[in-house]
């Protein structure tokens, strides 16, 4: 395995000199998207009857902020704590995004790529011009994990139970190396909640009980990895060839014979699936 590269050391400058490819990267990059989206997200609360003006206040608020900063210059309306919090706001969602588009550069199944990135990602989002001493706080920390599994595709109700064993507290302190098994972890889950998708696309008709056969044969195949390294899951989910899921298919069948069959939706599947993975998610101190 590829050692894992601390924040600032070899190559990470390399991964923040790199331009965006596409348009979509760039606004990534610099994190357009992010503030847009929140702007449409404030916009979507208070349901102004004027959404143009709404919008055109909320970014002039907004550009004030960032030229008032912790100044303490007066801001119209009394609403300096408000302005802070947008300009908070602000900065986190723009760190997230680029944070996340380094981390997206290379697949995690390239380590050393992956680990670079992933240095290049700790060093953005430990940076704070605002902070006393800089630092990874445990707020964003989580908050990147919930955007790593949602910008993959995984639903909220899915990624929970995972977020909160990974989770720290807001103002706790994260190293690198929580910080790398924690991001690791995420983009493992997302791809295995993708290759659930295509398992239970394998039960045409949605059984019950193949369907359990089906998360027997994963369940199998994960407690033979022997390693708690998140990578490993998805080597261990790829054994399942289609040969031996048709065999646990054929004997759940066998044995349901003759009872009333029952469905089980592609949700329950999801949830249950990924209840496998997260179970053996170590926890890193």
């Given at each position: 395995?590829?050692?894992?590269?601390?924040?600032?050391?070899?190559?990470?400058?390399?991964?923040?000199?790199?331009?965006?490819?596409?348009?979509?990267?760039?606004?990534?990059?610099?994190?357009?998207?992010?503030?847009?989206?929140?702007?449409?997200?404030?916009?979507?609360?208070?349901?102004?009857?004027?959404?143009?003006?709404?919008?055109?206040?909320?970014?002039?608020?907004?550009?004030?902020?960032?030229?008032?900063?912790?100044?303490?210059?007066?801001?119209?309306?009394?609403?300096?704590?408000?302005?802070?919090?947008?300009?908070?706001?602000?900065?986190?969602?723009?760190?997230?995004?680029?944070?996340?588009?380094?981390?997206?550069?290379?697949?995690?199944?390239?380590?050393?790529?992956?680990?670079?990135n992933v240095a290049v990602a700790f060093s953005?989002?430990?940076?704070?011009?605002?902070?006393?001493?800089?630092?990874?706080?445990?707020?964003?920390?989580?908050?990147?994990?919930?955007?790593?599994?949602?910008?993959?595709?995984?639903?909220?109700?899915?990624?929970?139970?995972?977020?909160?064993?990974?989770?720290?507290?807001?103002?706790?302190?994260?190293?690198?190396?929580?910080?790398?098994?924690?991001?690791?972890?995420?983009?493992?889950?997302?791809?295995?909640?993708?290759?659930?998708?295509?398992?239970?696309?394998?039960?045409?008709?949605?059984?019950?009980?193949?369907?359990?056969?089906?998360?027997?044969?994963?369940?199998?195949?994960?407690?033979?990895?022997?390693?708690?390294?998140?990578?490993?899951?998805?080597?261990?989910?790829?054994?399942?060839?289609?040969?031996?899921?048709?065999?646990?298919?054929?004997?759940?069948?066998?044995?349901?014979?003759?009872?009333?069959?029952?469905?089980?939706?592609?949700?329950?599947?999801?949830?249950?699936?990924?209840?496998?993975?997260?179970?053996?998610?170590?926890?890193?101190?």
């Amino acid at each position: 395995m590829a050692n894992s590269l601390q924040p600032g050391v070899g190559g990470a400058t390399d991964s923040r000199s790199s331009k965006p490819d596409t348009e979509s990267e760039f606004l990534t990059q610099v994190g357009a998207g992010a503030v847009l989206r929140g702007a449409l997200l404030k916009l979507l609360e208070i349901r102004s009857e004027d959404p143009i003006g709404f919008l055109a206040e909320h970014f002039q608020n907004l550009a004030q902020s960032l030229e008032n900063g912790d100044s303490g210059c007066a801001v119209e309306g009394g609403n300096k704590k408000q302005h802070q919090q947008a300009l908070q706001e602000f900065e986190e969602q723009k760190q997230h995004s680029r944070a996340l588009w380094h981390l997206t550069q290379a697949h995690h199944s390239q380590r050393s790529a992956f680990n670079n990135n992933v240095a290049v990602a700790f060093s953005l989002l430990s940076r704070d011009d605002r902070k006393r001493k800089p630092g990874l706080k445990g707020r964003v920390y989580t908050e990147l994990l919930r955007r790593v599994c949602r910008d993959r595709g995984v639903a909220e109700p899915v990624s929970a139970p995972l977020i909160k064993k990974l989770r720290c507290q807001d103002h706790e302190a994260v190293p690198f190396d929580l910080f790398r098994h924690g991001v690791l972890a995420c983009f493992v889950f997302a791809d295995f909640v993708r290759k659930s998708r295509s398992l239970f696309e394998t039960v045409s008709q949605s059984d019950r009980s193949l369907c359990r056969a089906v998360l027997g044969s994963l369940r199998d195949a994960l407690e033979t990895t022997g390693c708690s390294h998140p990578a490993r899951y998805l080597e261990a989910s790829a054994k399942l060839t289609p040969g031996r899921l048709a065999q646990a298919m054929d004997r759940a069948q066998t044995l349901a014979s003759g009872t009333p069959s029952t469905l089980m939706s592609q949700e329950e599947f999801i949830e249950e699936a990924s209840a496998l993975i997260i179970s053996r998610v170590k926890l890193v101190s």
